[in-house]
């Protein structure tokens, strides 16, 4: 099958498109095994982001040396002291302890609540999706108690991510995220994804991606041999596309 390309222009311009035209957010995931270039590609789609009068909040608190464009920050609850409008959560990365990781519960609230009271767009970028998700494709989030109409006491969760995810849109809030668990993310945020990026992939998630109909048997051969750095792009309602963001390695 004869694949068509999109530039980086274009698949950059695709993928913020309600931003650009009607001030609402995005949702993007990126999806690649480690090495193969999510955070790259996420680290320029910020920087565009971040052009079109966005503020940043990246979360990469696993790569040593990062990559995001930004000013860093340690922890995620000293978000509210950091200065400037590109902003990146640290967390272990820089400081080695566990108690640092971020718990993406409470983030994700803040985010709400950035985005209900100012009128600039903010953009949430994990690095690593799936560690706001428990290995059961759900959102980490507390155990809350609420009486029934029946007067029994029932447990539930209430996960900002999922608000943010399904409700953020018209508060200006985007997600552009990375993850190498794809089978990990919770199905609906996917779903809720105008776009996705999707790098070399092997048969298990190729077989996944396709059961969720995100890829056809020639479009699962075609992600299969990619090279580094190459994603196909699917956009819904559009026929995917092979794109590669130019990256000199600085
Ligand atoms: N668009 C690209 N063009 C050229 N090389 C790339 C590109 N994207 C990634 N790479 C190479 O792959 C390496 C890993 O990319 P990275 O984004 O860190 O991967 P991941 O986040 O998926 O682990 C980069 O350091 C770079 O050498
Ligand atoms: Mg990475």
């Not at 930004?70 to 990146?88: L, N």
């Not at 820089?94 to 609230?109: E, G, P």
Request: aromatic share 8%; hydrophobic share 35%; charged share 25%.
């Amino acid at each position: 099958m004869e694949i068509q390309r999109i530039s980086e222009a274009d698949c950059l311009a695709s993928i913020t498109q309600s931003l650009i035209k009607k001030k609402e957010g995005f949702r993007h995931t990126w999806i690649a095994y480690t090495g193969w270039g999510k955070s790259v590609a996420n680290s320029i789609l910020c920087e565009y982001v971040s052009q079109l009068g966005s503020l940043t909040i990246v979360v990469d608190q696993k790569n040593k040396d990062c990559i995001y464009p930004g000013t860093q920050i340690v922890q995620a609850r000293q978000m509210s002291e950091a200065k400037g409008t590109q902003v990146i959560i640290r967390g272990p990365a820089s400081t080695k302890k566990a108690s640092d990781i971020v718990y993406f519960d409470d983030l994700a609230a803040d985010v709400w609540t950035i985005g209900q009271s100012t009128d600039t767009p903010v953009c949430l970028m994990p690095d690593e999706l799936t560690d706001a998700a428990t290995n059961n494709q759900e959102w980490k989030a507390p155990l809350l108690e609420r009486v029934n109409s029946k007067g029994k006491i029932e447990r539930y969760r209430d996960p900002w991510m999922d608000k943010l995810y399904r409700l953020g849109r018209t508060l200006g809030i985007s997600v552009a995220a990375c993850t190498q668990l794809v089978q990990e993310v919770p199905r609906s945020a996917l779903a809720m994804c105008e776009t996705l990026g999707i790098f070399r992939q092997e048969s298990r998630e190729l077989a996944y991606l396709t059961r969720l109909g995100y890829l056809d048997k020639s479009l699962a051969s075609i992600v299969g041999k990619l090279e580094v750095g190459e994603f196909l792009f699917v956009k819904r309602g559009e026929g995917a596309r092979v794109c590669k963001f130019s990256y000199d390695g600085t």
